[in-house]
């Protein structure tokens, strides 16, 4: 068996737009791109998805359906004089494509110079990243691109399909060779690829490479294909916006109420070894999501979180799988917070009012005669610890921030409050006018 130099991956790069494999929803049959490609019109545009969703696969594809010249740079690596090649080229033979890998690293001066070209049609870009673009792509770079398009890792099933034209193709595959391959063990290479392209035929290329050849054959056993995905594990960039997501699945997750997927998308995020973003998303948790309903949750999980301060991983799961799981199960309110939310906005729109003189600082000199403090009844002195008095301002009298919810322990809340109104209420009617 001979030995190839150049990847699997790169000589299995798909030619046309009917090549592609996944991504149907960007560039199926059906799709608008599809339709635009194939009459030959390329707008520009910027694909975003994780490593190894196939963004450089599918620029390649629509150049060669479209029969445009070709180029390609990085921005982590190419200056202004890379893009005045293309551009110099452009104007001899006409429009060209010009992919841009990384193009949230584009600078000013690489900007600048590009901008004017792809406005009057020299150039058609297609940008690809692995950043949000709508975080990190200059405005500039967007507003010239008609589609920004997500990928999305490719299913078992499409990497599969990858796999089997890879066997099969004698010119840039391995079909040359006699492979024997059970259909599950394309399923294994596919599942160890975690849904990337890039990585599956690779992968399967050395697996073929590890394999005995007996006669002729060359029999992939399991064995070979668990030793070649050993300790293959899982990463993610922190600062990357998978890495965002991921804590965002899991707090909607655990306010969903679902166990499972919460341990799911706290294993990936404790793989990518952030244990200080976990446990702050625990503790906002607590208190956003829990709140009232359950409020020693918040000692609970603060409890949880010096735990792990102190035990690291790998010991640092086993509080984390507790307080995560009893996060799902409780009780959830949120009544807390948006109440809150609810004053800071009328504070923001300017509904404040004059503090009542009776709640005013009454502890120096000359209070007494601004009229500070007078009238003010100290609740402990009353029945119960508690008396009727306006407290809000009197423009705001009546307003009505907290609403109460009826789960876990903010029941006994919701009746404390339910009667501490209808005691106000009384008292209004006893005084006629107002709450003193």
């Not at 394309?186 to 890039?198: K, P």
């Not at 995905?229 to 890495?243: E, L």
């Not at 109420?257 to 503790?283: I, K």
Request: glycine residues 8%; neutral net charge.
């Amino acid at each position: 068996m001979l030995f190839t130099a150049e990847p699997l991956a790169v000589r299995m790069r798909p030619r046309n737009i009917d090549e592609i494999v996944g991504q149907k929803h960007i560039i199926g049959p059906h799709t608008a791109l599809y339709k635009m490609i194939q009459k030959g019109y390329v707008p520009s545009l910027l694909l975003y998805g994780e490593p190894g969703t196939g963004k450089t696969s599918l620029a390649y594809a629509i150049a060669g359906t479209a029969g445009r010249e070709f180029f390609a740079i990085n921005a982590t690596t190419s200056g202004k004089k890379d893009i005045e090649e293309v551009v110099e080229t452009a104007k001899l033979i006409g429009n060209v494509i010009l992919f841009i890998d990384e193009i949230h690293r584009f600078n000013k001066a690489q900007q600048d110079y590009l901008l004017p070209h792809v406005e009057n049609g020299l150039i058609t870009l297609i940008g690809a990243t692995t950043e949000n673009p709508f975080h990190e792509v200059n405005p500039a770079i967007r507003s010239r691109c008609g589609q920004i398009q997500q990928l999305k890792r490719l299913l078992p099933d499409d990497i599969v399909a990858l796999l089997r034209r890879a066997l099969q193709d004698p010119d840039r595959g391995l079909g040359n060779f006699r492979i024997v391959i059970e259909e599950e063990l394309l399923f294994r290479i596919a599942e160890a690829s975690g849904g990337d392209a890039r990585v599956a035929l690779n992968l399967l290329e050395a697996v073929v490479y590890a394999s005995r050849e007996v006669n002729g054959q060359i029999y992939v056993k399991e064995e070979t294909i668990a030793e070649c995905t050993a300790n293959r594990g899982f990463t993610h960039d922190k600062n990357g916006d998978v890495h965002y997501s991921l804590l965002s699945a899991f707090q909607k997750s655990v306010r969903g109420s679902d166990v499972d997927a919460a341990l799911h998308y706290l294993a990936r995020l404790l793989e990518g070894g952030d244990l200080a973003a976990v446990c702050r998303r625990l503790l906002v948790i607590a208190y956003e999501d829990i709140g009232l309903a359950n409020p020693m949750m918040g000692v609970k999980v603060q409890a949880a979180v010096n735990a792990v301060e102190r035990l690291g991983l790998p010991e640092a799961r086993i509080p984390l799988s507790v307080v995560t799981i009893e996060l799902c199960l409780s009780a959830k309110s949120n009544s807390a917070y948006k109440a809150l939310d609810a004053a800071i906005a009328d504070v923001r729109a300017g509904k404040i009012g004059d503090i009542p003189d009776h709640l005013k600082d009454a502890h120096y000199h000359g209070a007494s005669v601004l009229g500070h403090g007078k009238g003010y009844r100290y609740p402990h002195d009353y029945p119960n610890g508690w008396v009727a008095q306006q407290y809000l301002p009197k423009e705001l009298a009546g307003v009505k921030y907290y609403m109460p919810k009826e789960h876990g322990e903010e029941k006994y809340y919701a009746k404390v409050y339910e009667r501490l109104e209808q005691l106000k209420q009384q008292n209004f009617k006893n005084e006629g006018s107002k709450i003193l």
